[in-house]
């Protein structure tokens, strides 16, 4: 038999057992709390019931053991709905009624987990079917700057740091600080020194943010280790 640990309360323990059975089981224990009736006598009611419910139905009903306020193993009955409505025909109208509308309402904690759980499966399904959109999307986007170079790349095989290597770039006038970000002076424009690069991040809300920034082209390093080492851009 199953050993379940009893807390202060018959409640938290039913509770417990509820997760644990996937709330598809009622213990004695709460079929008493619900009608009001001792637990011992709902073991009396079970025991007397059970032989004919195994007669018809070729089963016993299911037997665990919980530890009462004093750390006592006692017995206690875990039964299906059909067993439970089948022990509550003992009963009075308004005991039925009850186990009744209890039994309903587990259904329906049951139905509206089982609907958030397959409602939380779907959105994480349509931001992996999203991201994998923007993924590819990117891909084609930034194509052209495969193969590029960050200025953090650049300045690391001089010891610099990216903001040294900007501001070295922007001291010999090849490149200014223009909308939140580094551009290439005119006079630099279209002489495959750069390529734009897009970025995709998500805000603290959860909304796609669309960032470009410069990277630097294979001429594009060789132009600015020549105005490191030689002072100028070209040989």
Not at 143 to 149: F, I, R, T
Request: hydrophobic share 35%; net charge negative.
């Amino acid at each position: 038999m199953n050993t379940i640990t009893i807390s202060k309360t018959t409640s938290s323990l039913t509770t417990r057992m509820h997760a644990q059975y996937n709330q598809q089981h009622m213990t004695s224990l709460e079929i008493a709390e619900i009608c009001g009736k001792q637990h011992n006598h709902v073991l009396r009611d079970i025991r007397s019931m059970e032989p004919a419910w195994e007669k018809v139905n070729g089963s016993k009903f299911g037997l665990i053991e919980y530890k009462d306020l004093r750390g006592r193993l006692k017995p206690c009955y875990s039964l299906t709905k059909t067993e439970c409505l089948y022990v509550a025909t003992k009963y009075d109208d308004e005991m039925r009624a009850k186990l009744v509308l209890r039994w309903e309402q587990l259904e329906m904690e049951r139905l509206t987990q089982r609907q958030s759980m397959r409602l939380l499966t779907t959105k994480q399904e349509v931001l992996h079917e999203s991201e994998e959109i923007v993924g590819e999307q990117l891909d084609e986007v930034n194509e052209e700057s495969d193969g590029c170079l960050t200025v953090s790349e650049i300045a690391a095989v001089y010891n610099m740091t990216a903001h040294d290597l900007n501001s070295f770039l922007v001291d010999m006038k090849i490149q200014r600080w223009r909308c939140g970000q580094y551009r290439l002076l005119p006079k630099y424009e279209g002489l495959g020194l750069t390529a734009d690069r897009l970025n995709v991040s998500y805000s603290l809300k959860g909304k796609l943010k669309y960032e470009t920034y410069l990277v630097w082209t294979e001429k594009g390093r060789d132009f600015i280790t020549n105005l490191i080492e030689n002072g100028h851009g070209w040989d």
